[in-house]
Nanobody
Framework: QVHLVESGGGSVQAGGSLRLSCAAS????????MAWFRQAPGKEREFVAA????????LYADSVKGRFTISRDNAKSTVYLQMNSLKPEDTAVYYC???????????????WGQGTQVTVSS
């Protein structure tokens, strides 16, 4: 079992930046691939970014490439999402998730955080 808690959400103007954090507890964090997903009102949950357990590989949705960066600190059992050049369409609840290997499909993740709201105004 892995318990995930996100933080760092908030309201920002377009062009601004936020850094989300996801702290993990429970089973060995370093053995899990981690991902960020987001869900806007009335829309399905969508993949944002993922990172392998050793951070040797990262994946990004096309919509965030070049603007968002996923990273992790296994010593702190924490994964981060640095979000720059934010746009109003980035507004959503952001969730972190864990599984043993990287996937872009939310249905394949067993462990989820409670989510943190990100609101970008124009």
């Amino acid at each position: 079992q892995v318990h995930l808690v996100e933080s760092g959400g908030g309201s920002v103007q377009a062009g601004g930046s936020l850094r989300l954090s996801c702290a993990a507890s429970g089973r060995t964090f370093s053995s899990y691939a981690m991902a960020w997903f987001r869900q806007a009102p009335g829309k399905e949950r969508e993949f944002v970014a993922a990172i392998t357990w050793g951070a040797e590989r990262t994946l990004y949705a096309d919509s965030v490439k070049g603007r968002f960066t996923i990273s992790r600190d296994n010593a702190k059992s924490t994964v981060y999402l640095q979000m720059n050049s934010l746009k109003p369409e980035d507004t959503a609840v952001y969730y972190c998730a864990a599984r043993q290997t990287v996937s872009e499909r939310p249905s394949q993740y067993a462990f989820w955080g409670q989510g943190t709201q990100v609101t970008v105004s124009s």
